[in-house]
């Protein structure tokens, strides 16, 4: 089966670095997305790697590496308005997008 | 660009009523349509695929007949609830693959309530 595993809940203090990791196991891989969801609302593009290696965009930054078939998203100097879930998802060989459940992003002054 | 209008943002319903949303592509032609709904604290379940001028793809264990996909032309696709009951209370989103590699525009949301 396709599994997308991150983790429920973070805990970070405003100004920080927090690292949020996402690993999949699906049939085929066409890329990997990160998206920002503020409750109530519909998720927002924040990233996607195809390639391995880092990609950088201001103080967010995403992580892949296919052999492990692995990924983080490292947001930096965090605000609270970064308090939010982040979403990870792979889209496999049917262009079919498989999400994570997502990671709650919790920042504290 | 790559922006999806949906509308309402927001309805609540009597059981057994039926609601319409409506998502349009405003500046791009989406052949194809995706709805999720979302229920508190949890991700995104893709509901069904929607391809302009042919039927729906719906997913397991969802109803065809209760939730009726309508992706009539290039810039618009609609999703009926029929007969709603407060199980279907849900945020419901579409999404729209606006091109090969950089993604999916997903629309507002639709924060339906039953009662």
């Known amino acids: 089966g396709q599994n997308i595993d991150q983790p429920t809940e973070m805990t970070a203090t405003e100004g920080a670095i927090v690292q949020i990791n996402c690993t999949y196991q699906?049939?085929?891989?066409?890329?990997l997305f990160w998206y920002q969801q503020h409750a109530g609302e519909a998720p927002t593009f924040l990233s996607y790697?195809?390639l391995d290696g880092l990609e950088e965009k201001g103080r967010f930054s995403s992580f892949l590496s296919r052999s492990k078939g692995y990924s983080y998203l490292l947001l930096k100097e965090l605000q609270m308005k970064d308090s939010a879930s982040y979403l990870c998802?792979?889209?496999?060989?049917?262009?079919?997008?498989?999400w994570g459940a997502g990671t709650k992003l919790i920042i504290k002054p | 660009g790559a922006v999806v209008s949906q509308h309402p943002s927001w309805v609540i319903c009597k059981s057994g009523t039926s609601v319409k949303i409506e998502c349009r592509s405003l500046?791009?032609?989406?052949?194809?349509m995706f709805w999720y709904r979302q229920f508190p604290k949890q991700s995104l379940m893709l509901m069904a695929t929607?391809?302009?001028?042919?039927?729906?793809?719906?997913e397991q264990g969802v109803e065809k007949d209760k939730f009726l996909i309508n992706h009539a032309s290039l810039t618009l696709s609609t999703l009926t609830v029929t007969s709603a009951h407060p199980e279907d209370s849900s945020f419901y989103i579409c999404?729209?693959?606006?091109?090969?590699?950089?993604?999916?525009?997903f629309g507002s949301g639709t924060r339906l309530t039953v009662v």
């Open positions: 699906t049939s085929g891989f066409n890329g």
């Open positions: 790697n195809v």
């Open positions: 500046d791009f032609q989406a052949t194809t």
């Open positions: 998802a792979v889209v496999d060989s049917n262009y079919q997008l498989i």
């Open positions: 999404s729209a693959r606006y091109g090969p590699d950089y993604g999916y525009t």
């Open positions: 929607s391809n302009e001028g042919s039927k729906a793809t719906y």
